[in-house]
C-alpha cells in the first residue's frame, strides 16, 4: 500500500506533500447506487482495512477499493510481464512494489478530478 500512496500522492491533481501517516483517505462516489464513500484505508500485514464513511453499501465499496489497487485480479505473474517487456521491467524496478492504481470508476479518466487523498 505504501508504493500505491506514493504513487496517488504524486498525481496531479491530488498530489500532497509527502507526510509520515501510514493511511490513505479515499472518497468516490459507489458505483450503482452513486452513494458517497469515505475511506480511511490502512495495511495491517498482508491486508488492507478501510473504515467506510457514508455509504453502508460494504461490499459494493470493498469491490471498488480491491479495483482501485489492482487487487481483484491474480497478480502472481505480474513480474513476468517486467520480465518480457523493458518498458514494464524499467517500471517495476523504478517503483517497487507498486501494483496498478486505478480509477475509482471507468468514467474517472474523463472528469479530470481526482478525489485521492493522504492523511496528515
Known amino acids: 500500500?505504501?508504493?500505491?500512496?506514493?504513487?496517488?500522492?504524486?498525481?496531479?491533481p491530488a498530489a500532497l506533500e509527502p507526510h509520515d501517516c501510514p493511511n490513505l483517505h479515499l472518497a468516490f462516489a459507489v458505483e450503482g447506487s452513486w452513494e458517497a464513500a469515505g475511506l480511511c484505508v490502512r495495511q495491517e500485514g498482508d491486508d488492507l482495512v478501510a473504515d467506510v464513511y457514508g455509504s453502508r453499501d460494504v461490499d459494493a465499496v470493498g469491490s471498488q477499493l480491491a479495483r482501485i489497487f489492482s487487487l481483484d485480479v491474480d497478480g502472481s505473474r505480474f513480474a513476468e510481464v517486467g520480465a518480457r517487456d523493458p518498458v514494464i521491467g524499467e517500471l517495476q524496478r523504478t517503483y517497487d512494489g507498486l501494483r496498478p492504481v486505478c480509477f475509482w470508476s471507468a468514467m474517472k479518466p474523463r472528469s479530470g478530478q481526482s478525489s485521492a487523498r493522504g492523511s496528515a
Open 1 to 12: 500500500m505504501a508504493a500505491s500512496t506514493r504513487f496517488l500522492e504524486g498525481f496531479r
